[in-house]
Structure formats: structure tokens, C-alpha cells
């Protein structure tokens, strides 16, 4: 009889192609294949739905953990490293822009794709960005 922690089975889901490309390009960014990066986020966001008395907790509620996930979630680090392996030496200014180099460019995307879905607005009288509730 095999270990039911080794089958492995599929789970389909839908979401709008937009998140689907920022999920491939994320994942592409930490070398991980599409499956493997859903998986993982699922699993970290879970972290988050535990019961915090870990004597309510069964054997039958424990999940195995992956041996390839990212156990802390710390793609910071794994960005870190990156940075650095090309052997060069950043200082603390010159590491924070490599680390930031498209936060702009995903805020200015964030902010349009919130606009267009009616949750942000921006009010020029009040200069600056507000929930559209």
C-alpha cells in the first residue's frame, strides 16, 4: 500500500489572464515552474488559517511540506543572492535600486488595473490615489 502523501493529483482553477501572467513572470523570477509556485503560495497564505493552540491541531490536519518550497517564503533573500552572484560589491543605495528597479512600473500597473476595475480613483482636487467605495 503507498504513502498517500506521495500522490500527487491536480487542481484546476480560473483567473483572469492578468493574474496568470503576473504569476508566470513571478514564478519565472524565483525558477520555478507555474505548479510549483501556486502550490507554495497556497500553502504560505494557508500559514495565516492555522489555529494558533497547536493542541487542536490533528494528525490528520498536517499537511507534509514540500522539500523544494521556499520554507519562509523569503523571496527577498532569494533576491539578495541573485543580485549579488553576478560577484560585484553594491553598496546599501546601489542594492535597494537592484532590489527596486520595477516597483514603479508594478505600482503604475497595480493602480491602472484598480482604476479600470472601479476600486481606486484618483482625485486630482484631493491629490492622490483613494478606495472608490
Known sequence: MGDDSDERTSVRTYVPRYQKERWQSHAARLDMSQSEFVRTMVQAGRSGFEPDDS?????????????????????????????????????????????????????DETLQELQSDGRVRYSGRHGGYVLDE
Request: proline share 6%; no cysteine.
Open 55 to 107: 493542541n487542536s491541531a490533528s494528525a490528520e490536519s498536517e499537511e507534509p511540506h514540500s522539500p523544494d518550497a521556499d520554507p519562509g517564503g523569503n523571496e527577498l533573500e532569494t533576491r539578495v543572492v541573485e543580485a549579488l552572484s553576478d560577484g560585484d560589491h553594491y553598496d546599501w543605495d546601489q542594492l535597494v535600486a537592484a532590489l527596486t528597479d520595477d516597483i514603479e512600473q508594478r505600482l
